[in-house]
């Protein structure tokens, strides 16, 4: 993910940001491949589900 989002990754100053937002893109990467998966289009086709969500938990924040 860094080599594909370096120009902006390298842009954020602060460590933990950058890390936050490597976090964010990794996310919504592992989406983007869970919806090129020929079960999951061939279910939105005939169903229009399922409906997918990317989630990022911070255990200090909750």
């Known amino acids: ?4 989002h370096s120009k902006e990754l390298d842009a954020i100053a602060d460590e933990t ?3 936050e ?6 996310v919504a990467e592992q989406v ?3 919806a090129e998966l ?3 289009q ?3 086709k005939r169903n229009g589900i ?3 969500h990317g989630w990022i938990y911070i255990i ?3």
């Open 17 to 19: 940001t950058r890390y």
């Open 38 to 40: 020929s079960f999951v």
């Open 21 to 26: 937002r490597l976090i964010e893109l990794n």
């Open 32 to 34: 983007n491949h869970l």
């Open 50 to 52: 399922p409906m997918l």
């Open 42 to 44: 061939r279910s939105w």
């Open 60 to 62: 200090h924040t909750g």
């Open 1 to 4: 993910m860094y080599r594909l």
